[in-house]
């Protein structure tokens, strides 16, 4: 049996070393659908293990509130109305201090609000207008993940004082200072002088897209002094234990309806959110594409098992005498049968592969080149080359009955 199918591969490969253009125009389908899965998936898991590792990072037991969702939204529900929640009141750090204060069950609270695409210079040099301002409490490090490289963050008493103190991020810190120590140096927010204390730990990007690092730190009351003192803040709260965390989030919950006197039958115009429901709906978005993408794939796959039913019929065609003469040496029709379809799965086989291959080099490229997070789980790459494999037996399976089916001596005759 072992040397039957060792004859099989022989012959399979024979026949593809005998036409290499129609060989290769053959696997190109399953080729293509194997990569963007393989392209894709890489590219997910890695979002997904990167995202699920930063909203680790960001204080244990910690959950928000907010003016505005949080995230994303996919399908269901009704759609969301934004002039409603633009309407609603904004969070203040009265608000806060109400939380830290009257909630039992929570351990601290921090406010942080952020100014866009904003440019930061020194005497000698600036940035692009796309670095991030924040205004924090002092208490942000401790339910944000933030951690200080080196210098310090910035005191209570520089805080209730609004003193001109900043805390940078580490590209700002390369980008303004990179021959000097940022420590006690001076950087300029809309004209204004601001002395360095710090600079953080870097942390990369989230979801690709928004840059940790690209950001400078301010005092909130410094801060609201100088974007505004009527914006909205957000509020992040650490439950005193994981055991206490879901009463917290109705304590705070509660305290919110009551301090904007909202009615029983009134839904909250504030939004409560946490790290597992914003991981949970980037996951539930990953479900989607990966769908989408698989699809992709089987109407490549699709594409390549039509031209390996092409290919396969054109051989039997062209082997009729070969076929007629092994039958009539005493090669049963089960032989000939898994002659044709060994040669059919071996083609989409090795097209899997090539595409395996090709979508790990395209990840790889990814990682190297644009610093993408990429990771291949296993299961993508095994399910990959099963599909492969089983479009190659489905669509082989007819040209070999046909070539099984022959008339020896019909065969034998053709030429």
């Not at 205004?135 to 210098?151: H, L």
């Not at 957000?234 to 109705?250: C, L, R, T, Y």
């Not at 092994?326 to 379809?341: D, E, H, N, P, V």
Request: aromatic share 6%; hydrophobic share 45%.
């Amino acid at each position: 049996m072992f040397r039957a199918f060792i004859d099989n591969l022989r012959l399979a490969a024979g026949t593809f070393i005998a036409h290499p253009l129609r060989t290769a125009l053959t696997l190109l389908g399953i080729i293509i659908g194997v990569a963007t899965v393989m392209t894709m998936m890489a590219l997910l898991e890695g979002l997904r293990l990167k995202v699920n590792k930063d909203l680790s990072q960001l204080g244990a037991n910690v959950f928000r509130v907010d003016k505005w969702p949080q995230g994303f939204r996919i399908g269901g529900g009704d759609r969301i109305n934004w002039n409603k929640i633009a309407a609603r009141p904004v969070l203040t750090l009265d608000d806060k201090r109400a939380i830290a204060e009257q909630c039992p069950s929570v351990k601290r609270t921090s406010a942080s609000s952020w100014q866009p695409a904003q440019r930061v210079r020194t005497a000698m040099t600036e940035t692009q207008a796309n670095v991030f301002i924040l205004g924090t409490t002092v208490e942000y490090p401790d339910t944000s993940g933030v951690v200080v490289a080196t210098g310090r963050y910035f005191n209570e008493q520089e805080d209730l004082d609004g003193r001109q103190v900043a805390v940078l991020g580490p590209d700002v810190a390369d980008k303004l200072f990179p021959s000097l120590d940022p420590l006690g140096q001076e950087v300029r927010l809309k004209g204004r002088p601001y002395t360095v204390v710090g600079v953080l730990e870097r942390r990369g990007k989230v979801l690709g897209l928004f840059n940790l690092d690209n950001q400078v730190m301010v005092p909130m009351t410094t801060f609201l002094s100088l974007y505004g003192k009527r914006r909205t803040v957000s509020i992040s709260v650490e439950a005193k234990s994981q055991e206490i965390f879901e009463p917290a989030m109705e304590e705070v919950s509660r305290l919110m309806r009551q301090r904007r006197k909202l009615a029983p039958d009134e839904d909250d115009n504030f939004e409560v959110s946490t790290n597992e429901s914003m991981a949970k709906t980037l996951n539930d978005l990953s479900k989607v594409i990966t769908a989408a993408t698989f699809g992709v794939c089987l109407l490549s796959l699709l594409v390549g098992g039509i031209g390996i039913l092409n290919i396969m019929l054109v051989s039997v065609s062209e082997r009729t005498r070969e076929i007629g003469v092994r039958k009539a040496l005493g090669a049963r029709r089960s032989r000939i049968l898994w002659q044709f379809a060994t040669e059919a799965v071996t083609l989409s086989l090795v097209g899997g592969l090539i595409g395996l291959g090709s979508g790990l080099g395209l990840a790889a490229l990814g990682r190297w080149a644009l610093g993408l997070h990429t990771a291949v789980p296993i299961w993508a790459a095994a399910l990959s080359l099963a599909m492969s494999s089983g479009v190659g037996l489905v669509f082989g399976i007819y040209p070999a009955a046909r070539a099984a089916r022959l008339d020896p001596v019909e065969a034998m005759r053709s030429e």
